[in-house]
């Protein structure tokens, strides 16, 4: 039992350290540090407003657009920056990985963890954002805050659990196929227009986009999140629908792709430490 709990707090240290220079190294010789992770969705948000809400701001669902545009954005880059840095961490940390037995799932899932810090931080920015709307100026208050928007912490877990198996995915093919760095991010620049972050699947009025955004789980998880800052409930049953987004049907994806990484992993764990 001894032996065991030491294994796992020596684990969770590691992991505690990757963290920690991620972290660090994001920001490394930057100026303002790490409020660059505060200013930095703040200001996307604010440019990304200015240019679409003219041609997708009107149906939003009722949602103020600038939260409409950051909350969508955050979430989604909990995935899109997790997966993106887990890419190369397998292969960045060869000769720790030759000269120490550390379990190789550490690595991704230090990175899932760094980009969830970072989230924090552009949660902030989102907090900010929705103060400054609620108060009556400019012709406000243009969002109200309810109870529900405590329950945005539910989303969290399930976006984490899906980064993580595609980051488990990713560092092990990585290790094979270079490529895939450059193929992933073509895939990650169609996955974001996919997504509906800066527009409404509503404004687009396709039959075709709607039953197609079913079956992509960031958008669960996008109007999830913003479902609930609305002060709707998502649908707690399995359902998959656009006007509903199901609790279940967010980590069942999460789950599935967690279990289809962590396979993969396992599979190709000998391979991988001949390789590097």
């Not at 899109?80 to 397998?90: E, F």
């Not at 810090?117 to 969002?143: C, D, E, Q, W």
């Not at 279990?259 to 190709?268: D, H, K, P, T």
Request: aromatic share 14%; charged share 10%.
């Amino acid at each position: 039992m001894k032996s065991i709990t030491g294994t796992l707090s020596q684990r969770v240290y590691l992991l505690r350290l990757l963290v920690r220079r991620n972290i660090k190294n994001q920001y490394y010789r930057s100026f303002i540090g790490v409020l660059w992770t505060v200013l930095n969705p703040l200001l996307n948000m604010i440019v990304m407003a200015f240019v679409f809400s003219a041609i997708f701001g009107r149906q939003t669902n009722g949602l103020d657009y600038p939260i409409y545009i950051l909350s969508g954005n955050i979430i989604f880059n909990i995935m899109r920056s997790s997966t993106s840095s887990s890419l190369p961490c397998l292969v960045g940390h060869t000769s720790m990985l030759q000269k120490t037995r550390v379990p190789i799932e550490i690595f991704p899932a230090s990175n899932v963890l760094s980009s969830l810090v970072t989230f924090g931080f552009s949660f902030i920015a989102l907090f900010i954002v929705a103060g400054f709307r609620a108060l009556p100026i400019f012709g406000g208050p243009h969002y109200t805050f309810t109870w529900e928007t405590l329950l945005v912490v539910i989303i969290i877990p399930a976006v984490t659990i899906f980064s993580l198996g595609i980051s488990y995915f990713l560092s092990a093919l990585y290790v094979f196929f270079r490529d895939i760095k450059h193929i992933y991010s073509v895939i990650l620049t169609l996955w974001t227009y996919l997504t509906p972050l800066f527009y409404s699947v509503e404004a687009l009025n396709s039959e075709l986009v709607t039953k197609a955004m079913v079956f992509n789980p960031m958008y669960h998880y996008v109007e999830g999140f913003r479902m609930l800052l609305r002060g709707d409930i998502p649908n707690l049953m399995m359902t998959f629908s656009v006007t509903q987004p199901s609790i279940l049907a967010m980590y069942g994806f999460a789950i599935l792709l967690l279990i289809v990484g962590w396979i993969f992993l396992e599979a190709m764990r000998n391979r991988i430490a001949a390789n590097l």
